[in-house]
Structures are given as structure tokens and as C-alpha cells.
């Protein structure tokens, strides 16, 4: 994916966006999760590249290095960020939580908490987004909790409830895709008119931050009809078709989308949104992700399943661009109530006769609601099919 300079997301807390009551309610849900598995307290990890769980809980979306929230199941929190005592001012004002401090030795930094929670012998410490832990912290989490209890895994009962959006969470998710339908059209826009891909790309982004989007991600074809890939040296030559992946983030929540632009009608490009209208009209809250795959494929036909989306029609989507619930083609993970998911399809033929197409969804118990669609990303008809 293209990346700024700079990974940059929230750089303080707006109340007006996610309100401390927010806040307190997932707090409250956590800690049910807690004593619902006798758990002392909880460790949350995060970082700059997956901090989903922590900026879920804290609002922390770390900058430089891990960073890590400290949960007991009862009183005030404490997060750990990486850096010196020179970070903390701009750490604090990424978070509700009041005790924010650096550490330097993280090891003893833990050790000085579980002191503070007095505990018991074998007590429980849950742990909750260590799979994207390195192994140097992780070994220092391992060696101060030894003498503390035991360690269990909390990822799976917290990650159901990151998934199930509350209502300001899907504000903020219709915003970022309300921007992820200006930049697409824009990038469209701008390909159609005989512009190259890096030009396109770089419109995309300008309209995007433009409406406030905190980081833009592009992918985009280097050949015609080639697969999505990151921008590699000062090319920008035309590509038709061209098959692109644009992501924005707003408020610290992703919308992503898969386009592919074209002047010639190709087959490729109809199947492909045959089979993406198809999922749409299956979508409803307990749908089987292999059950919509295979309503996908059968729109395929003469063409091959696109290996950009071979494995997965798509997944949940929200802090992380891709949170825990990935939608396999031959799995039986269903769409819940609460959730908001991208759906993704994609028809590969011969030659450039290629392309991928995507729409996300929020899924609600009577209805599912389509916050973009590659069909009309933008209410331009031009965009998403090939121009007569």
C-alpha cells in the first residue's frame, strides 16, 4: 500500500469525535469479558502498524515502537508508550487515560504495575494483541509475569466486541467512506482523463486529506490489467485497465476499496460485478462468508477467481484495516449484527482482461447497508465499468 512519510493517524483525542462516555462503556464491556474468565487484569499491546485492540480501549495509536495499555479489572489504567521522557506530552494527548508514562525497560515497568495490583498467588493476567507482539517485548511480558500467575489469551471474546460497531463508530465509519468516495472518483476521474496511475494516485490523496482523512493508502496496476501493487520509482504512465486499492483512515477508522477503471468494456470487469452484486443481495446478518463465495464464483464464468481476493472475499474492517473476522472461501465465519465488513470480488481472463471490485457493508439485524460499492463509487456511472 503507498504510505506517507510518516505513519500518522490521530495525533490527540477529540471528545467530539469518540466522547470519554464511549470510552467507559467499552471499558465496562472488557471487564465483564475479565471476570467472565476469573481475570485479574488485562494487557493490551499495539503497535504503529496494528494497534487496533489498544486505540479500541485507550485511543493510544502509537507512534514510535510498541505500546502497551495496563487493565486492572477494577480502578485507573495505565498505558506504556516507547520513548524518553520528552514524548510524554504528546503521547498524553492521544488518550483519556491520565497515568501515561515512557518506558524504557519494559520488564520492569510491568513488574512495577503487577506490584501495584497487590496480587494474589496464580492469579490470572489476560493478554489481548500479543499476536502482533515482537519477540523481545514479548519475552520481557513472559519474564515479570512469572511470579504473577498465568497468562490466557483474551483475543477471541475482545475481538467480538471491537467487531460489533456501537452508533458513533459507524458516524465515523460513514465519514471515512463518504471521503473514500470523493478520493476514488477523483482517482477515477483523473485516470479516465488519459492521466498515469501515480497522477491519479496523488489526486486521490489530495482530495481525501483535503476532507480530513488522516492517512491514504493506494495500490495501484503498473501494467495494464495488472494486479495492485505499490508504487515503485517516478513512472506515471497510463494503464487501462487499471485495477487499484484505495484505503483512507478518518478519526482513526479504515474504508477501503477495490476499483477497477477502463475505456473498453472488458469481460472481466462484468463478471466481476455480476459477482459482487451478487454477494450484496445474499448479505444479511448470519450469512456463511463459503456460502457467499460460492455465490460469487457462480457469476465468474468463463473467468478465474482474481488471486487478489483467491482466499478471502473479504473481512470486517474498522481500527484495523483488517480485524480478527476474515471472510474465507471455504470458511463458515458468518456476517454479525453490528458489524461492518468489506466484500470483495475479482475475474482474472487472458492477457489485461482483468478485474477486482469491492463494496463494504454494515450489517444490522432487518437490512444491510452499503456504505460504498465499486458499482457506484461516486455516482459517476463511468467509474466501475467499461466506457461505451
Not at 476469573?38 to 485511543?59: K, M, N, P, Q
Not at 473476522?325 to 470483495?344: C, I, P
Amino acid at each position: 500500500m503507498k504510505r506517507t512519510a510518516l505513519l500518522t493517524g490521530p495525533y490527540d483525542w477529540d471528545p467530539a469525535l469518540l466522547p470519554r462516555a464511549e470510552f467507559d462503556t467499552r471499558l465496562a464491556a472488557v471487564r465483564r469479558v475479565l471476570a467472565g474468565h476469573g481475570a485479574t487484569a488485562l494487557l493490551v499491546h499495539g503497535h504503529s502498524g496494528e494497534y487496533g485492540a489498544l486505540a479500541y480501549l485507550t485511543g493510544v495509536v502509537p507512534k514510535l515502537g510498541p505500546a502497551f495499555a495496563l487493565v486492572p479489572n477494577d480502578g485507573p489504567l495505565r498505558v506504556l508508550v516507547s520513548g524518553g521522557p520528552a514524548m510524554l506530552s504528546a503521547a498524553k494527548l492521544l488518550s483519556w487515560v491520565d497515568d501515561v508514562r515512557a518506558f524504557g525497560d519494559l520488564g520492569n515497568a510491568i513488574r512495577d504495575w503487577l506490584k501495584d495490583l497487590a496480587p494474589v498467588r496464580n492469579a490470572v493476567l489476560g493478554l489481548w494483541g500479543h499476536q502482533a507482539m515482537a519477540h523481545r517485548p514479548y519475552m520481557a511480558l513472559a519474564g515479570a509475569t512469572q511470579s504473577f500467575g498465568k497468562l490466557i489469551e483474551l483475543a477471541e471474546p475482545l475481538d467480538a466486541l471491537r467487531r460489533n460497531k456501537s452508533p458513533r463508530e459507524r458516524e465515523l465509519l460513514d465519514r471515512a467512506s463518504r471521503i473514500l468516495a470523493a478520493s476514488s472518483g477523483v482517482f477515477a476521474r483523473t485516470a479516465i482523463g488519459g492521466r498515469g496511475a501515480r497522477s491519479a494516485a496523488l489526486a486521490a490523496e489530495r482530495a481525501a486529506f483535503a476532507l480530513g482523512a488522516q492517512d491514504v493508502g493506494i495500490l495501484a496496476s503498473a501494467r495494464d490489467g495488472g494486479p495492485p501493487l505499490p508504487f515503485d520509482g517516478p513512472a506515471d504512465v497510463p494503464v487501462d485497465p487499471l485495477l487499484a486499492c484505495l484505503a483512507v483512515r478518518f478519526a482513526g477508522y479504515w474504508a477501503e476499496g477495490l476499483v477497477t477503471i477502463s475505456s473498453t468494456p472488458y469481460g472481466a470487469l462484468a463478471r466481476a460485478e455480476a459477482s459482487l452484486r451478487a454477494m450484496l443481495e445474499e448479505a444479511r446478518a448470519g450469512a456463511r462468508s463459503s456460502d457467499l463465495a460460492r455465490v460469487a464464483a457462480s457469476h465468474l464464468s468463463p473467468y478465474r477467481v482474481h488471486s487478489v481476493v483467491e482466499y478471502e472475499i473479504g473481512s470486517s474492517i474498522g481500527l484495523s484495516l483488517e480485524e480478527s473476522r476474515s471472510l474465507g472461501r471455504d470458511e463458515s465465519s458468518q456476517l454479525e449484527v453490528g458489524g461492518v465488513y468489506t466484500l470483495r470480488s475479482g475475474a482474472m481472463g487472458e492477457g489485461r482482461d482483468n478485474a477486482i471490485v469491492s463494496a463494504m457493508i454494515a450489517v444490522e439485524r432487518a437490512r444491510v447497508e452499503v456504505l460504498w460499492s465499486a458499482l457506484d463509487p461516486s455516482g459517476d456511472d463511468r467509474v466501475g465499468r467499461g466506457l461505451e
